[in-house]
């Protein structure tokens, strides 16, 4: 997905459907996107096999500000696992395997996205 054809979503929802398109294409079934529990945001929910996997996008259009896995505090881990929580919880998916992945895209000014896919990213 190209620069222009997502001009009108906001920078972050633009990596977010970037990222759901690179997951689609590795075989991934995206199951939620943007699932909200209590005050944490979990940017994608899918499942890879027999793994299901809440995903963190982080966004960046420069290196200016350190990179986007970098951007990936403690505190938004924690709310992160919270979410995650209460999604299993509310689903009654007990016994499932899980995992937590980030997805790091940077654009470079042509538009073109660089994705960096760190699976299993909270160990």
Same mark, same amino acid.
Not at 20 to 25: M, P
Not at 36 to 61: M, N, P, Q, W
């Given at each position: 997905? @190209? %620069?222009?054809? /997502?001009? &009108?979503?906001?920078?972050?929802?633009?990596?977010? +459907?970037?990222?759901?398109?690179?997951?689609? %294409? %590795?075989?991934?079934?995206? /199951?939620?996107? !943007?699932?909200?529990?209590?005050?944490? +945001?979990?940017?994608?929910?899918?499942?890879?096999?027999?793994?299901? =996997?809440?995903?963190? =996008? %982080?966004? !960046?259009? &420069?290196?200016?500000?350190? &990179?986007?896995?970098?951007?990936?505090?403690?505190w938004k881990k924690y709310y992160l696992r919270r979410a995650a929580e209460g999604y299993l919880y509310l689903n009654n998916l007990n016994n499932i395997d899980?995992?937590?992945?980030?997805?790091?895209?940077? $654009?470079?000014?042509?538009?073109?996205? +660089?994705? @960096?896919?760190? @699976?299993?990213? $909270? @160990?």
């Open positions: 997905m @190209e %620069k222009d054809q /997502l001009d &009108s979503l906001p920078f972050g929802r633009w990596g977010e +459907e970037v990222a759901a398109d690179y997951l689609e %294409k %590795k075989g991934y079934q995206v /199951l939620e996107r !943007r699932y909200h529990f209590h005050h944490a +945001e979990i940017d994608l929910i899918a499942r890879d096999g027999d793994y299901l =996997v809440f995903i963190e =996008v %982080k966004t !960046r259009s &420069s290196a200016d500000f350190g &990179s986007p896995e970098e951007a990936l505090t403690t899980c995992r937590f992945d980030v997805i790091s895209i940077s $654009f470079s000014p042509d538009g073109q996205p +660089e994705i @960096e896919h760190f @699976e299993n990213a $909270f @160990e």
